[in-house]
């Protein structure tokens, strides 16, 4: 069975130093990997996927994250948080053959809080 | 807005009563999708249909739960007998499902369910 595992429950950041939040993936192929982003009280929006190609992927407000198949990780980064980054990000993954459109297993769940 | 709604956003109820929620999607996407999310924890998939018809449900699904989407469009999600347990954020997603393609699941705002 597929999981996801996000090592860090919380991270605390300073504004403007960098990010690396962590994504570890176990599946029995490539899948279809994800990041969202949840503020309090909102829904799930999406950050960025990886589903084929270049294993360096660009997203919205700034992160990117980087497939390592040898490691199974998919690791999101920012150069540079912002306060309103504060919120908490969900790493994902899904069947690639389907491309992310039947069930999605999610990690726990990483807490942002960022000292301004 | 023409992104997934879902009502109502707040719920609280007594052991043994019974709920239901509903979600609207994105108007032309196919595929409905019912996650619920516990405190501390990511999103868990519980079911999802395309069109009207329920393709895959999840063991969490137990017999006290129900979900119809019975014209293909919007969906409900009933709770019988509540239990404690039952307390958490339940998370609606729509996609446009097309084989081979790209199928970003969209995400509603949730209903948080109590159960006193």
């Known amino acids: 069975a597929q999981s996801v595992t996000q090592p860090d429950i919380h991270i605390t950041v300073s504004e403007g130093a960098s990010l690396e939040l962590r994504c570890n993936y176990s599946?029995?192929?490539?899948?279809?990997l994800f990041w969202y982003v949840q503020s309090p009280g909102q829904g799930l929006q999406l950050l960025l996927k990886?589903?084929?190609?270049?294993?360096l992927v660009q997203g919205i407000k700034g992160f990117e994250a980087e497939f390592k198949r040898s490691q199974s990780s998919f690791n999101l980064r920012k150069p540079s948080v912002h306060w309103s980054d504060a919120a908490e990000y969900f790493c994902?993954?899904?069947?690639?053959?389907?491309?992310?459109?039947?069930?999605?297993?999610f990690g726990t769940g990483t807490q942002l809080k960022v000292e301004l | 807005d023409t992104g997934v709604s879902q009502n109502p956003r707040h719920k609280i109820t007594k052991r043994g009563q019974n709920v239901t929620f509903r979600c609207d999607p994105i108007s032309e996407h196919n595929r409905l999708y019912w996650y619920r999310q516990t405190l501390g924890q990511g999103p868990e998939f519980l079911t999802y249909f395309q069109n009207e018809a329920q393709l895959e449900k999840s063991r969490l699904l137990s017999d006290r739960f129900s979900a119809e989407r019975p014209k293909g469009s919007f969906s409900t999600l009933e709770i019988q007998r509540t239990e404690q347990g039952d307390s958490a954020m339940y998370l609606c997603?729509?996609?446009?499902?097309?084989?081979?393609?790209?199928?970003?699941?969209?995400f509603g705002p949730g209903t948080r369910l109590t159960v006193l």
């Open positions: 990886y589903f084929s190609g270049d294993t």
């Open positions: 599946y029995g192929a490539t899948p279809y």
């Open positions: 994902a993954v899904g069947p690639i053959l389907t491309g992310g459109g039947n069930k999605l297993t």
């Open positions: 997603a729509s996609s446009l499902f097309i084989v081979r393609r790209d199928n970003e699941q969209f």
